[in-house]
């Protein structure tokens, strides 16, 4: 397909290309405006020097067309930033009568874009941006624009072309999101390595899960995702979402009436609702069905689950797609090591974060004594049996606790080899 983007000038035109060129490698040829690149040379003025402009722009035409002509043999996609349909409006309307005879003779034989798409905005956004953009041998007045847009609305008009329309007067996000969308656009991740598509990393609180997250999203992503099996890592942790809760039982609680779900434990939160478990793996289900794995992404769910149905009762809800796609690690650490880290790392001005918070230690007595880890995966590695799926899964023994690269490097890219493995075998 053969797409040319058009509009007023400094509406983006030639960014909008430029992230597309970046984000979709293989895709697209991208094509730079033929009258700028005529002009460049010599460095033409637009209005002043219009009969070498002109004869510069048709002196590059024939290749320019051949150049379309062998990606669309060859499949690709081309987009181009403008077209000379655009060179001609502006032709009209500065009584540039020579190319405008020029250019009736060549339109019926050249080769015209399968959609126009239109970047359009109030004539005061292009001059405000192109007084920002500061380029004084682009810029074009208002009494010029408003009559060139017109003549190449009624060219489009009398040969029924195809005109896509975005709202360019809008945030950059917005813009880009819809050109991808029009243009049909899919992002592919760079194949690097196989990776693990959904990691599951379980074990009790403080046993070392967040800091082993840490230590893998700072490795370079070449490394991890060869030396580790983990691509572009996107991670789902339910405590944001426990801690939610707790902050709206405060707010209840200000109303007057009465806390939901916790009750305050000094500086920290108890559960009460043995239920908001359950909930947090409907709200880490939700968050992996929004967004599920990209190609070359590796989404991480990780949680902390206590008592003698512990991890069984949250797997068994678990969404398909991790328990069909992914893999468990264990982190094992004693229960006497769990508490020693938990102390430790409390944090009171930063008690809602990922690597500072702390469980209460009556939580900790009450819910995270015991887990039914062992009852599952008697073995050091193997497969779990949840709702048909067979899913591979390895325990880490993480005591003592790491604390370089090295004793990092040392404990888990070997477990997350045999967990590759044992994915790849499922």
């Known amino acids: 397909m053969y797409i040319a983007i058009e509009g007023l000038p400094a509406l983006g035109k030639s960014e909008i290309l430029a992230l597309l060129r970046l984000y979709f490698p293989g895709q697209l040829l991208i094509l730079p405006e033929l009258v700028k690149e005529a002009a460049e040379p010599e460095k033409l003025e637009l209005f002043r020097d219009r009969p070498r402009l002109n004869q510069a722009i048709l002196q590059m035409l024939p290749e320019r067309q051949n150049l379309i002509r062998q990606a669309l043999e060859e499949g690709k996609t081309v987009l181009e930033d403008s077209h000379l349909a655009v060179h001609a409006a502006y032709s009209a309307i500065l009584g540039d009568a020579e190319f405008c005879r020029t250019f009736q003779e060549l339109e019926p034989r050249l080769l015209w874009p ?21 380029e004084r041998r682009y810029r074009v007045p208002r009494e010029i624009l408003l009559p060139m847009m017109a003549w190449l609305s009624a060219w489009h008009a009398r040969r029924g072309d195809r005109v896509e329309v975005i709202n360019a007067d809008q945030g950059p996000s917005e813009v880009v999101a ?6 049909g656009l899919s992002y592919k991740g760079c194949p690097l390595h196989e990776v693990l598509p959904y990691l599951v990393v379980l074990g009790r609180p403080a046993a070392g899960k967040s800091e082993l997250l840490q230590f893998l999203q700072h490795l370079p992503l070449s490394e991890r995702a060869q030396a580790y099996h983990l691509g572009t890592i996107r ?33 920290n939160y108890a559960v009460t609702d043995h239920r908001l478990w359950d909930f947090l793996i409907l709200r880490i289900n939700a968050e992996v069905e929004k967004a599920p794995a990209r190609e070359g992404e590796t989404v991480i769910v990780e949680f902390s689950r206590g008592g003698p ?12 797609y991790v328990l069909e796609n992914g893999a468990i690690l264990y982190l094992h650490v004693s229960y006497q090591e769990s508490l020693r880290r938990n102390r430790a790392r409390y944090d009171r001005d ?37 709702r048909g799926f067979r899913v591979p899964y390895v325990t880490v023994y ?29």
Not at 116 to 130: C, D, H
Not at 258 to 263: D, E, I, K, N, V
Not at 309 to 320: D, I, K, M, P, V
């Open 114 to 134: 399968d959609i126009f798409l239109r970047l359009e905005a109030p004539v005061e956004v292009s001059l405000w941006r192109q007084e920002a953009r500061g």
């Open 235 to 267: 991670v789902i942790d339910d405590f944001p979402f426990l801690w939610e809760k707790f902050r709206e039982d405060d707010l209840w609680e200000e109303l007057g009436c009465g806390r939901r779900y916790s009750r305050r434990v000094g500086e």
């Open 350 to 386: 930063r008690r809602d974060g990922i690597l500072t918070h702390s469980v209460p230690e009556e939580e900790m007595a009450r819910t995270y004594a015991d887990d039914d880890w062992r009852t599952l995966a008697p073995q050091d590695a193997g497969y779990l049996s949840v």
């Open 309 to 320: 149905q512990a991890y069984g009762r949250a797997l068994s809800s678990l969404s398909s």
């Open 398 to 426: 993480n005591e003592p606790e790491p604390k370089s690269v090295a004793d990092f490097s040392r404990r888990f890219r070997p477990a997350l080899e045999e967990l590759y493995q044992l994915w790849k075998n499922r």
């Open 178 to 183: 819809e050109a991808v969308r029009i243009l």
